[in-house]
């Protein structure tokens, strides 16, 4: 299979327009500082071992423990909660700070074959193949040329659980590729990391789930953080702040609907859409942002997590 079915794009960091839309990630401030210093680290030993000697004059013990760290972060929630933007636009941001070249790799489910014994397991091998070659390995102590992150989206499809009664033995052998994939690149010294998205994190095969140097959790945001998100999107107008928090607190769940708005809804439907209906003749008001959000329903969650 040539690059361009193995992989949906690639990006080259420092990228400029994935930085800001890194920084438009809003109410997402803990896991974006989180993913970011853990990405840092894995990508580049050398960062912690020169903070440990500057802060303690010397290597500590517990640094040497990163060096076996798991290059690997699963990224789980509901729909529309940040989870495959941030993973698309961290890199940036590490590449950025920390003045390196990375390169985003996003995975095609083209992968998953047609079915035929083998050949997922070979698409995959062949994916981690041509990522690792294209990446190579560093030099001891010293920082690689380029660094790079491999990006699973819907990753529920290829590394489903093996315990499931259901589950084709050719998806088993899948899932044991990606394992495997995964354990070439924490023991081959290669600069670079794995992030899964996954709406279905208890689907994910157990192996898997343990490799991970991290799982992060996404929700639906809170009413402060719906709140943040339109102060920020109707600065300006003249919309008074107890009117704001009034459209904050409407978004959020009900008696009626057990759930409330996800960021994409609000950056990508609701202030856009009150932009678009007062264009290009009338102001944003208190009356029409309530009116627009009254026809427009928040995305409904993943089937598994409705109930």
């Not at 800001?20 to 210093?37: C, E, P």
């Not at 050398?46 to 500057?54: M, P």
């Not at 500590?60 to 690997?72: D, E, K, S």
């Amino acid at each position: 299979m040539s690059d361009s079915m193995i992989f949906d794009a690639v990006d080259t960091f420092p990228n400029e327009d994935r930085r800001r839309q890194f920084d438009a990630l809003v109410g997402l401030d803990d896991k974006k500082d989180q993913i970011v210093k853990e990405a840092s680290i894995i990508l580049d030993h050398s960062l912690l071992e020169k903070w440990s000697k500057e802060k303690h004059g010397k290597v500590i013990g517990a640094v040497q423990y990163f060096h076996n760290r798991p290059p690997l972060f699963i990224f789980e929630g509901d729909v529309g909660t940040g989870k495959t933007t941030l993973a698309e636009s961290f890199g940036a941001e590490v590449a950025a700070r920390e003045k390196m070249e990375i390169k985003l790799f996003r995975l095609s489910l083209k992968t998953r074959g047609t079915g035929r014994v083998g050949q997922i397991s070979g698409l995959i091998t062949e994916s981690f193949d041509d990522f690792m070659g294209q990446i190579g390995t560093s030099p001891k102590g010293k920082r690689h040329h380029t660094c790079g992150i491999l990006l699973i989206d819907e990753a529920d499809a290829l590394a489903q659980s093996r315990e499931l009664d259901q589950m084709h033995h050719e998806d088993r052998t899948g899932v044991n590729a990606l394992i495997q994939g995964i354990d070439r690149i924490a023991n081959g010294n290669v600069p670079a990391l794995v992030v899964m998205c996954t709406n279905r994190v208890g689907a994910i095969d157990p192996a898997v789930q343990r490799r991970a140097a991290g799982i992060v959790t996404f929700t639906r945001p809170n009413e402060e953080q719906r709140l943040s998100i339109i102060e920020k999107g109707l600065t300006g107008t003249k919309i008074a702040q107890k009117d704001l928090q009034a459209l904050a607190k409407a978004m959020g769940p009900t008696d009626e609907r057990k759930y409330g708005y996800t960021f994409s809804d609000l950056t990508q439907r609701f202030l856009p859409g009150i932009v678009l209906d007062a264009y290009p003749d009338k102001a944003i008001t208190i009356e029409s942002a309530m009116a627009f959000l009254q026809k427009t329903l928040p995305t409904k969650p993943f089937a598994s997590e409705c109930a």
